[in-house]
Nanobody, 126 residues
Framework: QVLLVESGGGLVQAGGSLKLSCAASGRSFSSYVMAWFRQAPGKEREFVAAINYGGGNTAYTDSVKGRFTISRDIAKNTVYLQMSALNAEDTAVYCC???????????????????WGQGTQVTVSS
């Protein structure tokens, strides 16, 4: 059974930081593109960041550039999202996702990923 399990969410004050983790199990994701999406109440799911299998390529939505950093530990089958300078607009459920089709096969921001986690809540208080 393939599982993606997120952790690290919580309540943080505006300007604070959180680090999310996504632990994968059931298979190796070393060749997969890993990504983070988020969905705020009443809004559509939004692409946040992605990283390729080697970690050499990363991509971010404009609103998080310079504040969020995506990384991965292939040996641990885990991907991370370090978030800093958080603001109320970052409040959402954050989900990790994995796709095996490659970095350029489909747009990273489209939710055409093979596996999804259940998500972890991030709440930023102002």
């Amino acid at each position: 059974q393939v599982l993606l399990v997120e952790s690290g969410g919580g309540l943080v004050q505006a300007g604070g930081s959180l680090k999310l983790s996504c632990a994968a199990s059931g298979r190796s994701f070393s060749s997969y593109v890993m990504a983070w999406f988020r969905q705020a109440p009443g809004k559509e799911r939004e692409f946040v960041a992605a990283i390729n299998y080697g970690g050499g390529n990363t991509a971010y939505t404009d609103s998080v550039k310079g504040r969020f950093t995506i990384s991965r530990d292939i040996a641990k089958n885990t991907v991370y999202l370090q978030m800093s300078a958080l603001n109320a607009e970052d409040t959402a459920v954050y989900c990790c996702a994995a796709k095996g089709s490659g970095w350029y096969a489909t747009p990273l921001s489209e939710p055409r990923y093979d596996y999804w986690g259940q998500g972890t809540q991030v709440t930023v208080s102002s």
